[in-house]
């Protein structure tokens, strides 16, 4: 009996059959044959970067670094087994550029050099391969330079009745460092202040865009240059304008005594001011000093005061100094030698004992018409003991002079007189 023929036999006889088995036949023969038989090849590695600090220690001994730091990078090609360079990365090639030739500031094109990273690996680096072969580099001496910060605050409006007063900065100076041609290409820096459109009836805090200018008032590239803080405030002053008088206060008046026997003027009648608007609306007018009627006052008398402004406020008219004089054709003077010196309100468990006999030469000034009544006998010399430190033994004391009685006539100048403190 002739015997059947397989099912698996029928595949041979079909043609598609023996075309994919040649294909898978072929490819196990060409993977046998790469892995055993030619296992060596070349391949390109891309995307390595330039390690340009690799040997800066022959550029940091001429004083010089890099100035510009562009992100360089290169391709290298190389050989080797395929099992070890189809596992090559750019972190396992170092590529670094020749500074031999680096003598002084400048810019230079520099040879590549590729290596290794890890000489173990078994793969070489094909000769001449690196692309690009050269790179770029400026070198030069990097220093620093201090700068005072200017504002430019063009554009800022003030409202009716405001100033904008000169703007300041926080901080009021910046440090520069960068390329010595760079720095040293720098005249001015300034602060840029932005605030067009709006109309101000207050101060602003603002952050400041710093520019650099030259000599010339050019502006600067700035991209080589960094500064030793990253922002700089603006404070732009808005101040609200005023007129104010001016007034002298008059000090120790004695009691009783007519103050509208002391008719003054001043050199200047009122200034104009600029402060915060808030403190401005309080001021009514601007007491520029005292005067002390009892110790400083005199006939021919001419007392000069300074004209200060508080903190924020600024004097629009830079009128300094003013001139008090006062009117004294009403007035009459005469000097009297003081004998009735009196130590009153003595402290408890102390005896005051008055040495001095007599004050000569005392002033007494007021009108004609009651100056005239007054004698010698009607003025008194008062020492308040208890502004006394309660220590036995000697002291000149302040004496003030009191005229009883009188309300236009009143003792000028400064008198003192020698006590004896006493324990009881």
Known sequence: MKKKPS?????????????????????????????????????????????????SSVYQALDLSIVDT???????????????????SASDILVYPQMSGVTDAGRYDLSLTAVK????????????SISPRTVSVRFDHVVTKKFVVEVDATGVQPAEGYILDK??????ELTLSGPESEVNAVSR??????????????????????????????????????????????????????????AVELTGIPDGLDTSIFKYTLSVDSINVAGPGSRVDELEKLTVGYLNIAREFKLDGSYEFDITLDSGFVNLDNI??????????????????VTDIRAVNAPSGYDIQVETAAIHDVTLIGTPEELATISAEDVVGQIDASDISAESGQQTVSVQMKIPGTTTVFAAGSYTALIQVSAQ
Do not use: C
């Not at 036999?9 to 055993?36: G, M, R």
């Open 7 to 55: 099912k698996f036999s029928h595949l041979f006889e079909n043609n598609q059959f023996n075309v994919v088995i040649s294909i898978v036949a072929a490819v196990i023969a060409w993977l046998l044959v790469s892995l055993y038989v030619n296992t060596e090849d070349t391949v390109t590695i891309k995307n390595i970067p330039v390690d340009l600090d690799y040997s």
């Open 70 to 88: 562009p992100e360089y990078t290169v391709s290298v090609r190389v050989s080797g087994p395929r099992s070890v360079i189809n596992g090559l």
């Open 117 to 128: 990273a890890d000489n173990s690996k078994d793969f070489e680096i094909v000769a001449g």
């Open 167 to 172: 703007a300041f900065t926080t901080p009021g």
């Open 189 to 246: 820096v300034v602060a840029e202040v932005d605030l067009t459109g709006q109309v101000l009836t207050e101060s602003q805090l603002v952050t400041g865009t710093i520019k650099l200018y030259d000599r010339d008032n050019n502006p600067l590239s700035q991209n080589l240059i960094t500064f030793d803080v990253d922002t700089v405030e603006v404070t732009v002053p808005i101040l609200k304008k005023a007129t104010l008088p001016l």
């Open 320 to 337: 300094t100094k003013v001139t008090m004089n006062f009117d004294t054709s009403g007035l009459a003077s005469k000097t009297v030698e």
